[in-house]
């Protein structure tokens, strides 16, 4: 198909995310993708600065993960996960057992990011029925966050920025604290600490879980807090019989700095969901991880009920153990296009490569700081956010990065990066150059 047919049926049939039926804005046609970058179908190409969703880390056709989808195509791409098992999944459940804080082992593998959460949710909810308290049944969170689109998922979104008032009488009614106060580095803020506290004490009869994503609200607005919140959380969950949900999707494997957001506070949650960088961005995957606690409570009443279709996919699972392989391999653009890697994964070669592109991200971003309608620069780890004093034009703040060679996807006030670790400096100064120009646009 030619591109302007394919944009054009796209245009009239395809819904896309977050979409009119028909689109208002035609989308860019993409040929293929290598290393950390897209090309078009005109022939263009842009540096990914949003690794499809926080989710190609180690960019495009990549050598081993292309060779860890190829190989287990040809063992089987797909068998039920019911009564069978295999070893792409089970080397895949003994890693993040291994790689996430001590005490989550017992592991879900599903689809995708929103249905981990739906299954965190479950697992809260029949953990403290299994414990004879149906009663607890509410979830708890702060406002700010985002943990997907299916609708347990969306209860606990920011009721503002969420579009719960699409849902009003559809969506169970959660307890909002207010958002945590902005800065990874800012002191903790105890009147916020008590505020906390005491939601969770107040409602604690009704509680099955508090949910949140850990040291980086994500979709929900780009936001950084101090990691101590999370210890407090830990804490007054754990006194009032309450679950702790750490939904790290977005921050899992690296993104903020540390494997998982959590171990910046050095708390484990009884429930950690995953997803998006946990295939490397090559297939769908998530999982819910939970404490022998939780499992026991939830097997005391019989079963954990959720068994999707495609649970545990092999080929998933075989570029996910492949992808978390490279995670130790020194995560360079040299890396991404040689043969072969480390892996092992505690070498921490991500860790080199997060704290490159962090340097990057500060130095390219720094003189945006001040311009005319910029409220706020900020940085974490291989994540940079630039917040205008306004909504963001999408279509021009778009067009303006592409002209600079770079694919960007501003939101509400917000153009914001997490690009592939393996993007070079000049990669990196790039997509700055880029959000300077679609600031400027936008
Ligand atoms: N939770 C968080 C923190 C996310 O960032 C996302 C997706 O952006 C989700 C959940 C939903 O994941 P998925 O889009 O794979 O359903």
Redesign the pocket.
Known sequence: MRAEEIAGYDRAHVWHPYAPMPAGVPPYVVESATGVRLRLADGRELVDGMSS??SAIHGYRHPVLDAAVTDQLGRMSHVMFGGLTHEPAVTLARTLVALTPPGLEHVFLCD????S?EVAIKMALQYQRGRGRPDKRRLATWRGG????TFH?MSVCDPEGGMHHLWTGVLPRQIFAPAPPDGFDAPLDDAYVATLTDAVARHADELAAVIV?PVVQ??GGMRFHNPGYLRVLREVTAAHDVLLIF?E??TGFGRTGALFAADHAGVTPDVM?L??ALTGGYL?L?AALCTPEVARGISAQGVLAHGPTFMGNPLACAVANASIGLLGAATTPAAASGPGADRDAAAGGWAAAVDRIEAGLRAGLAPLAGAPGVVDVRVLGAIGVVQLDREVDMAAATAAAVAEGVWLRPFRDLIYTMPPYVAADEDVARITRAIGAAALAA
């Open positions: 969703w926080w995708s990011g929103s249905v959460v985002y943990h997907g689109d998922p994503e994500g979709a939904d999707i977005a969901c997803g998006k769908t998530a």
